[in-house]
């Protein structure tokens, strides 16, 4: 089936703007996730949505960064007023439904390559 | 802190040999360890671990995990120049988001 996608593929904004980035996940995956890779370094959690919630917004960098989403499928990720440091590659991963105690692998999208100018 | 270290950061190897990856952790309640590999952009997965000493194996990739001494280690045998990628190594533990090292970049050269 399909894989997780996402949009832009790239975005080049100047500083200050404001930038949504789409992900849309594997059908009948609940679990989204968010993460950050940016130049030499590893891939850096951001934020976790179970369905339309999001019980884990440890990640998120500063108040300029907000996710959503809608539908217990697609999901936004908004960057307000962006900054230079802002500029990575935005990873989305979806997976299935969590048991309590075991654990999912994680598939990721092709991510977002973002540039702040 | 939790902590995933992976060594060596980068390795370069001639078509055929074989390799051996390694990642360390620190993890409070430990679920599981996974690995990717990462090539342009999206990560793509290999395996994921959750037993000690029961080895994973896909064609020329393995992968074991020693929950006693917390390390894994990847092996590639026969290397291909398709081999050549950064090698992501991640854990998850009570929570839900994965935990990464920097990777390992691999060069595998003909």
């Known amino acids: 089936g399909a894989g997780v996608s996402q949009s832009p593929s790239n975005k080049v904004t100047e500083k200050g703007k404001d930038v949504e980035l789409r992900c849309d996940p594997i059908s009948g995956h609940t679990a989204l996730y968010w993460y950050r890779q940016s130049l030499g370094q590893g891939l850096e959690f951001l934020i976790y949505?179970?369905?339309?919630?999001?019980?884990?917004k440890s990640g998120l960098p500063s108040d300029r960064f907000s996710a959503e989403r809608t539908g217990g499928s697609v999901s936004t990720l908004t960057i307000q007023r962006t900054q230079q440091e802002d500029s990575a590659v935005y990873l989305c991963?979806?997976?299935?439904?969590?048991?309590?105690?075991?654990?999912?692998?994680?598939?990721f999208g092709p991510g977002t390559r973002l540039t702040v100018t | 802190e939790d902590k995933v270290v992976q060594s060596p950061l980068s390795l370069v190897v001639h078509e055929g040999d074989t390799v051996t990856l390694n990642c360390s952790y620190e993890?409070?309640?430990?679920?599981?360890l996974l690995w990717y590999k990462q090539e342009k952009k999206a990560p793509t997965f290999l395996f994921m671990l959750?037993?000690?000493?029961i080895e994973k194996k896909s064609g020329r990739l393995s992968s074991i995990l020693d929950k006693k001494e917390l390390f894994s280690i990847l092996n590639i045998t026969a290397t291909q120049t398709g081999d050549s990628a950064i090698y992501l190594c991640?854990?998850?533990?009570?929570?839900?988001?994965?935990?990464f090292g920097k990777g390992t970049s691999l060069l595998v050269t003909p």
């Open positions: 959750t037993s000690s000493g």
């Open positions: 991963a979806s997976s299935p439904p969590r048991l309590a105690g075991g654990a999912y692998e994680q598939y």
């Open positions: 949505f179970q369905g339309n919630s999001a019980p884990d």
């Open positions: 993890v409070t309640n430990f679920r599981s």
């Open positions: 991640a854990v998850v533990n009570s929570g839900y988001a994965l935990n």
